[in-house]
Nanobody, 127 residues
């Protein structure tokens, strides 16, 4: 069972940037799609972005496309989420996720497809 550990959350002002990191234990090569979900207080958990092992198949939520960038280093089995032009509505707990069902191909965007979940890291954007 892999463990996912997020880091990089914090408090920033609107318009600023943050970079989240997620390291997966249990190996040094890419074995599955990895990505991010988020959950704001009182709202349902929502998909943010995901990337496959080739790096060529990437999905973004419409709400973050053009502002967020997901990337990964397969050797380290690490994924990053660069978040630019942050808005107060980006405030949420961000969860790193892994999907064992797919190695290369279009990532899933529904939470039920993902098998591994990190503990989450808080991102707060003030106006």
């Amino acid at each position: 069972q892999a463990q996912l550990e997020e880091s990089g959350g914090g408090l920033v002002q609107a318009g600023e940037s943050l970079r989240l990191s997620c390291a997966a234990s249990g190996g040094t090569s890419c074995r599955y799609v990895m990505g991010w979900f988020r959950q704001a207080p009182g709202k349902e958990r929502e998909f943010v972005a995901a990337i496959d092992c080739s790096g060529r198949n990437i999905e973004y939520a419409d709400s973050v496309r053009g502002r967020f960038n997901i990337s990964r280093a397969n050797v380290k089995n690490t994924v990053w989420l660069q978040m630019n032009s942050l808005k107060p509505e980006d405030t949420a707990v961000y969860y790193c996720v892994g999907d064992l069902n797919i190695y290369v191909g279009p990532p899933a965007t529904t939470q039920y497809e993902y098998d591994y979940w990190g503990q989450g890291t808080q991102v707060t954007v003030s106006s």
